[in-house]
């Protein structure tokens, strides 16, 4: 049994992780100031979570979450590329300055490990056709990308300088149950399931042949608790990617959803938003090798878990 804190715990992901960690037995504690999460991604652990209410950009709020807490599973976060184009003092205040109060009060309660929850936008749009690969200088082209980056440093900066074992995982478009579909800023696949469950046309940003590593949430819990109990030799100060090392179009999703849904109706196509990239997939050949992770949760097995989950809530 491991006292684990994760940060956005009411979020999708986080609340994803809060339910794993509470089914293999651990303490959990959340930290989470409902900015994006919500309480109702909690309400089935009431009584068995230690949830304390608090702000990331507040130092105090932090070093009280962390006391007595071994592993640190840090997704609290204000997310999305096109908010962070809007606002990059407010993304930069959570992500950046939010990560380091995190790093500052792990070191000095110390917690053994903070696994960091970054993301694909840290690449930008270099080599479209290329697989992404941890090796290539990164390249962001929004305001969330540079947020991202500056925390994975702060990661790497604090395992070399404070022996605090951090691990940054670079997330590519994570998707699943709990996943917000009313937020402007929401995820496309959300988005188009909630429409085509409604009988409304998706609305695709662009000519739809964009296309994502999309990856079901079930796999990112996996490699999360892979990289908090993974030896240290291996993985502490690293990047890795994580994500299904697919690539698929969102032309092509919507026919994967019309299929699921049973609904044919067609997308409308819309500009496309500024901070999108065209492409993004993902080698997970170093996650694989050095944290065992492999993605066991397929993409249409994903998409279909995804489909029931909101029909039993529209």
Known sequence: MTNYLVTGGAGFIGSNLVEALLAQGHNVRVLDNFSTGKRENLSAFEGRIDLIEGDLRVLDDVRRAVRDVEV???HGALPSVPKSVEDPLGSNDANVTGTLHVLVASRDAGVRRVVFASSSSIYGDQEPEAAKIETMLPQPISPYGVAKLAAEKYCQVF???YGLETVSLRYFNVFG??????SMYAAVIPRFITALLRNEPPTIFGDGEQTRDFTYVGNVIA???LAANAPAERVAGEVFNLAAGGQ???NTLVKMLQEIT???ISPIYEAPRPGDIKHSRADISR???LMGYHPDISLMEGLRLTVEWYRQRL
């Open 262 to 264: 049973g609904n044919p």
């Open 159 to 161: 395992y070399y300088a």
């Open 72 to 74: 640190v599973l840090h």
């Open 223 to 225: 490699a999360n608790l």
């Open 177 to 182: 149950p709990r996943q917000d579909p009313n």
């Open 287 to 289: 996650a694989e090798k």
């Open 248 to 250: 698929t179009s969102l």
